[in-house]
């Protein structure tokens, strides 16, 4: 290429700024257009303007010189700079590598400048930030870029024709049938997985169930149970689907009479007040209302609440549901259970 | 020749030093009887060995011709390779739905691949570019199938920064919910990631991962950049990859906090005193330093503090050098240029021109004055920053430093399977815990000998190898003695992207003085142990631990993540504190769900029952390495349901293995 070219096209030597500027200026208007972002458009050019673009532009403005052909492990003082290069210029990878977290820092202080101004930090005075920064170095990195004679200047290219040459035996059908046998095997893995359907091993499929008091003001608390109690007001089992579908439950309510067998807690009586359908769609939560209704006992007695997918068993045990909790109607049901004892 | 070669010559920088490291090693090799920590029981053989191993080779000459271990091989085959290997990661954990045990080794196995071929490689098969790419692409799996598998954030301190820090941020539209703590002048994480989620109209989450996470990959590049002025394009790659594979390289990549940027900006100013020392450097070079140096200063204070101390190692470098003939003895010859610039010569090796003395100083002060002045104005609970470290930093000396006082280094080491003499699997959770470390300082011991003999830049060769040092200290010897307000886990990330490169420069010095056969028998071993123990380390399965019994998951399911929600919304707001485990305590403070605290097993009466009003259990608790408190000491222990939630509670809430226990008069 001849220096008659490159006066030739105004953009020749500048490309790169030119993209960078233009990523810059489309990203900017986008935010302008639909600042919600959130759109695989917006990351499409955000992505790139946020992590490698501005710290581009300042790393252009910083080194407006063509990469060096020295080694770089040559020492300082060995590299003497040979004809049309300068030795202090910074390699493609150096340029790239630095370019990184300059972007970030960047970034950051466009933050930092609109929070310092009168205006919030929200997507326009933001992207605006970002683009005047961006543009800045841009048009720094164009103008340290231009006074430097033309074959001294940073002069990115695209080798076009040499990344296809390349693509082509690097993407080669074995590649391509291995990285497809790949996502077969993980689709049919994910198809049957999701056909297994929830269980309780499952982590990322779950229901959520409490015993819980009113607090008064619409709210629901895990405290006051034994006040609850003695003023009679129900107590409030609480359930939320997060099985991921339609999901039928059975909530089966136990009043019991507990007392100890050696160290161990053992039902001296039990009798099931209710058995209640609920059936909730992904993400629906309800609240079942339950009266406690405490007998005269010696021993402490409690609230069982047994929660089950599906129907529930004509003997039901905490062992045998899906979630358990009770509920103890005495403030001291250990000293109670000492009293009681034998 | 004998078979050992010419006896190592006397007076020599180098030979004295690893003279002393071997004698002392050696001495050091009882200290294991009066610690069960694993590192004191390996370092000093390792130590021994490597200097052993340089003292024998500075016996023998060295070789000019390149490596006599490549073979031709088919580079584009081998990234192809390396392309499904990581293809059929992300499927794996896509079906395991978390990076399981074979995630883990195939993720490993795959970068065994990377690191063999760029060993191995011949010359004419090793494309630098291709192989950077597979590097980059295999630590953004290892890295993002971690942050996809995960539901929320790895890690406690991610809770901290984005949901108490970032989110208010966020929701006001300014930095004023921040104002009163350290973070206030030092943003650039959370200014970073608020403006990127702002900008792409994504969560917290997703902008943090995708552009802070996005740049903590991208930026091993740095490494890559650095290498190369010490070693050739073969020793960089070497270089990178080997801290790609790294577990506390790893660990910053899945736990994103301000220590993940500083890294990032750390190796930003690595790279800007490196070109300074190697390159005819201009203006554009001192600019690049102090960008870096300000935005490691506004990211987060011990990073800053570590690149300060990278930079005053420059200036210690700097004396040495300009004043101490006798550590460069290479200075002052009449040298010529020879092959510098072939492939495989790089600038480990006699010959070559000997560049001067670049001051530093100027740039240490600039960068203690900035960062000093920036921390007088910063506050910490009320007192200006560095008035308060200052003051921590007096009263530890004053109260709890003492010799081998190792309660809770927090580092490589920490955890409650660091003692080797743990029951179970812990002796091997701490060994596979400790190994890639060990090869680490293996390496960089041999290439720190090396390097201050041989490398043609003196002051970047004793700038790297006195910082690792100093480094080393911070992390290793403080803790020793009690002494841990630097945060020495936080450090071994920044030693090993210096260990690295100088490391790559030992294996260098190896290759050019020993048979090609035992130089591929040596890298075989190392380079297949490497990555299999980094991979599979402690600090780089924080999401999902390889030893699941001994090391902590500082990750959460979703039922827990939906736990921590519904009982910090049915907790009354005046309610104490809840106890759990710990990590999951951090959850529900981190996340604003209500104050909690570990359990401290001290405080039961004598028929076990815990005094507090509310608890929390999950299944964790019983089935792997829920850490608690006993008395002052941190235990990992394993408890069943009734020791936290005794059935004589109320059992209030229930999801899968989570209970919420109440006192029945709360």
Known sequence: ?342 | MSVLGDRPPTGRFDVTVAIVAFVVALVLVPLRFLSSEVYIGTIPPVVAVASGLYLLSVRRGATTRGPGWTVDGNGVALAELVGIGLAATVALAAVDGTRSVRVLLLSAAVGAVILLQIAFLSAEALDGRLVLLQVLAHAAVVRFTGLWTTPSFIGVDNWTHIVEYATPVMEGGSLAPMAGIKYFLAPVHHLATVVSAQLLGVSLRTALYAVVGGTVVLALILVFAIARHFVSTRWALLATAAFALADQAVRWGLHIIPTSLGLVFFLGVVYAVTRLLHVDSGPADWALLGICIVAVTFTHQLSAFVSLVFLGSGVLAQVLVSHVDWLTPVSGRSVTRGSTGSEESGPVADGGSVCGVVPLHGAFAFHLAFTGGVWAITPWRGEPFIARATQLFWLTVQNSAGFLNLVDSGGAASGGAAAAGSAGLGWLAAYVDAIGFLVLLFVTILGSLALVRRHRSPQAAHTLVVAIGVMLVFAFVLPLFGIRNFLPGRWYAFAYALMAVVGVAGLAHLGRRFPARAVAVLLVVLLLAYPFAMITAQKATLDDPTFEDEWPRYAYSEAELAAVETIGEATPDDAAALFTDHPYRTAFTGSGAHPASAVNFSRADDGGDLPYRRTVYRRYQSTAAPQFLDGSAVVTRQVSRDRVCPPTRNHVYANQGIRLCTRPDV
């Open chain 1, 1 to 342: 290429m001849t220096p008659t070219h490159i006066s030739d096209r105004p953009f020749a030597g500048f490309a790169d700024l030119v993209v960078i500027a233009a990523l810059a200026v489309v990203f900017g208007a986008l935010v302008a257009i639909a600042p919600a972002g959130g759109t695989p458009v917006h990351l499409l050019f955000g992505l790139p303007l946020l992590v490698f673009a501005p710290g581009y532009a300042v790393v252009a403005a910083l080194y407006p010189q063509a990469s060096t052909t020295t080694d770089e492990s040559r020492p300082r003082g060995a590299s003497v700079p040979e004809s049309g290069r300068l030795a202090g210029a910074l390699s493609p990878i150096g340029r790239f590598g630095a370019s990184v977290p300059l972007s970030v820092a960047v970034v950051a202080a466009a933050g930092a400048v609109v929070n310092a101004s009168p205006w919030l930090l929200r997507p326009l005075p933001l992207a605006t930030a970002v683009v005047l920064a961006t543009l800045a170095a841009v048009g720094a990195a164009a103008y340290r870029r231009h006074s430097l004679p033309e074959h001294l200047r940073y002069a990115p290219s695209v080798p076009w024709r040499g990344v296809a040459a390349a693509a082509r035996p690097r993407l080669s059908v074995t590649f391509l049938l291995g990285v497809v046998l790949l996502a077969s095997i993980a689709g049919a893995g994910a198809v049957a997985g999701g056909y297994a359907g929830p269980t309780d091993g499952d982590e990322t499929q779950f229901t959520e169930f409490a015993v819980l008091t009113d607090d008064g003001s619409g709210g629901f608390v895990a405290g006051n149970y034994t006040e609850t109690v003695a003023a009679g007001d129900p107590l409030s089992v609480y359930l939320a689907n997060d099985e991921g579908e339609q999901t039928d439950y059975t909530v089966v309510l136990t009043r019991q009479t507990v007392g100890t067998d050696g160290s161990e807690l053992a039902v001296v009586d039990a009798t099931e007040r209710d058995r209640r359908a609920v059936s909730l769609a992904d993400g629906e939560t309800a609240v079942l209302e339950y009266e406690p209704a405490p007998t005269d006992s010696d021993r402490p007695q409690r609230l069982r609440a047994l929660l089950y997918r599906g129907d529930a068993p004509d003997s039901p045990t905490p062992e045998s549901a899906d979630r358990a909790s009770h509920v103890w109607y005495d403030e001291d049901p250990e000293a109670a259970l000492n009293g009681t004892a034998g």
